[in-house]
């Protein structure tokens, strides 16, 4: 099996999640890591032993580079994966897919244009509660279902959003939008 080569664009808190990922996986290999950032980008590098880029642009030239996972804030999700879909990379995109529908349309076009394959992140379906409600579900242990309602308790304490692009209209679509 070949070797898939990764680079990672955006190296905050989920980036780490991905290079970890990626450094656990066989056949896959972190090449570069990428953010305007240069010490968020070299720290994330040096870690991995990897290059660090600090444009996006430069990034995406590198021909080496199979699979780029998109780990920006929210609002550049779809800039940057058109941009690498473009210079023909496959893109794993974090959630969500993009702040717009018409965004989304842009990335789902541009993947098709390319003949490319565009991946978004939605890793909840592995947590256990989730996958036991889906195993009961496919088992029939809960009958025919007519309807659903759900209450989720997840939230972010203030720390999440301080000093930070996360709840902003613009880079998050704000602080319910995710």
Request: glycine fraction near 6%; include cysteine.
């Amino acid at each position: 099996m070949k070797e898939i080569t990764v680079a990672i664009i955006g190296c905050g808190r989920i980036a780490q999640r991905h290079a970890q990922h990626i450094n656990n996986t066989e056949g896959l290999n972190l090449v570069a890591v990428c953010d305007i950032d240069e010490n968020k980008a070299k720290e994330l590098g040096a870690e991995y032993s990897v290059p660090h880029i600090k444009n996006a642009g430069d990034l995406f030239k590198i021909e080496d580079i199979d699979v780029v996972a998109i780990c920006t804030p929210n609002g550049h999700h779809a800039e940057h994966s058109i941009s690498a879909l473009k210079a023909g990379k496959h893109v794993l995109c974090e959630k969500p897919m993009a702040i717009s529908v018409h965004d989304c349309g842009e990335m789902i076009k541009t993947a098709e244009k390319y003949n490319k394959r565009l991946f978004v992140i939605k890793q909840n379906r592995f947590n256990p509660p989730v996958a036991a409600v889906k195993k009961a579900i496919e088992e029939n242990k809960l009958g025919k279902i007519n309807s659903v309602q759900l209450s989720c308790f997840w939230n972010r304490n203030e720390n999440y959003y301080h000093n930070s692009w996360k709840g902003t209209k613009e880079l998050d679509g704000g602080t319910l939008f995710t």
